[in-house]
């Protein structure tokens, strides 16, 4: 083998080393992900023979074997792989044999493997969008599963501000998906290729957030180390703070500061930092009550919300729950050990039904404790949380009545029942009840009182 051999060698991912018999004794793949389409665990691949992992492969037409049985070297092999599992996928090899004097004690194979367009089903089980994995990042725009006309109107936002620097306020309620919302306007912006940092400020103690987000200076005085904070780490790219309204009123000035200026001083410095950075801003709050009752300061609530984005809770777009619940079901199936073919139709009346709380989080929740409980292919009520399940009998009691009743007022009843659920599930707030049941504040007062809820 010469130098220019071996320099095109570097073309490959894979390497494969087989004994004289075609036993696999050593393996380095450039993504562990294709051992999981092979059915197979990393400690399984050893020790087999290589012909035993694929449908379509004998000792007479793999290349690893025709080498071991002829002495000669084959370069650049392009074969479609087809796995005892089913999965298949193309291949380009060059393969040579390991000599010992004049025995052959063994071959080695360096391969890469080629995904078609008929391949990109498969290669979902991966990662949706795994290139995206090198900025920090998991979701895009496409993670957003909707047909509602609510959510269209979002992704519509979602495009429009990713052309631009603006910084964007989000709010959404806990399991909305504001986070997927903030990916999204990164890897769809010309920023895509920079960091994406975030943290939830709720969730770090008020005496650490400024020197996790601003850093520190080194002082041998008091052994204070240099640390890069997150909004230096983000330079060039988008930093994202969920819960931003957890912020002391000392560190949103310094925030304002941030966004107007383009500059942070780490703590203990007196040096600027100039930073080319996007800020995105969440709240699960209302961001109007947050200013009016001073948790967040009205100068920044302005600067954030340049570009504001409102999301939908689960119970506003109903229409989006079977296609979510595909959507999952699909997930689970590629990521749990078992499968499911089908979900029973009073599952989905009751998922239709039940207001969810926890929004899209608490559907894919609900899902995958189904997967953990179901004892067949189906999944039925008895799989489902007992906190939904019951959500059915609740709905039946309002139905009850000991005497015939004519449609008008089973309608009534229908809907005294829903409106009781609702101030149930809200605490009797009266504009958040309104809210969830898409009624004015005025028109739910009128109702309470005809059906003497008051």
Known sequence: MNINEIYHLSDYDNVLIVDENGITI???LADLNI????GLRPEEFLRKNVTSFYQNFTNDNSTLMTVLSTGEALWNIEQRLT?????SYLSKSSTFPIKKGASIIGAIEFSKHFYEIQDMEKLERFA??????KNNTIYTIDNLISESTVMQEVKNKISKVSNTDSTVLIYGETGTGKEIVAQSIHNLSTRYTQPYISINCAEI???????ILFGTEKDSSTLTPVITGLLEQANGGTIFLDEVNALDIKLQARLLKVIEDKTIRRVGSNQDIHLNIRLIAATNEDPDKLVSEKGLREDLYYRLSVFRIDLPLLAERKEDIRVLTNYYIQFYNRHMQMKIDHIEDDVLLVFQQYNWPGNVRELKNAIETAYNNASTKNITLNDIPSKISKFK???VNIFKSDKPINLKDKVEEYERGLIVLEL???GGKLAETARRLGISKQLLKYKMEKYELR
Do not use: A, C, V
């Not at 949706?128 to 994995?133: A, E, F, N, S």
């Open 35 to 38: 051992l999981k389409q092979l």
């Open 205 to 211: 103690h008020e005496d650490l957030l400024e020197k």
């Open 393 to 395: 009998n609740k709905l």
């Open 424 to 426: 149930q599930h809200t």
């Open 26 to 28: 050593f393996y380095d």
């Open 128 to 133: 949706d969008h795994k290139i995206y994995r």
């Open 83 to 87: 796995s005892t599992n089913g999965f």
